[in-house]
């Protein structure tokens, strides 16, 4: 049986994607008690930057978002 190639790249997307969150997200704890000792960073600045990364995320995906229907979305049919 033939697997469709869209769902290869479905599941190889969604592996990146559990990749990338449990090394930015689950493990930030991990990276701040690092960083914090060996940079002598406190953890309020660490902290800041995280929040500033989410921030960033919520203020700027309507506008990707938007961007993406408007623009590459018709290219995805031809």
Do not use: H
């Amino acid at each position: 049986m033939r697997v469709f190639y869209g769902w290869k790249m479905a599941f190889a997307a969604a592996g990146l994607q559990l990749i990338q969150a449990m090394l930015l997200y689950q493990a930030f704890g991990a990276y701040v008690a690092v960083l914090a000792t060996e940079m002598g960073w406190s953890k309020t600045s660490l902290s800041v930057g995280a929040a500033m990364l989410a921030m960033e995320a919520a203020l700027l995906g309507p506008a990707i978002g938007w961007f993406l229907d408007c623009f590459v979305a018709s290219y995805a049919g031809n």
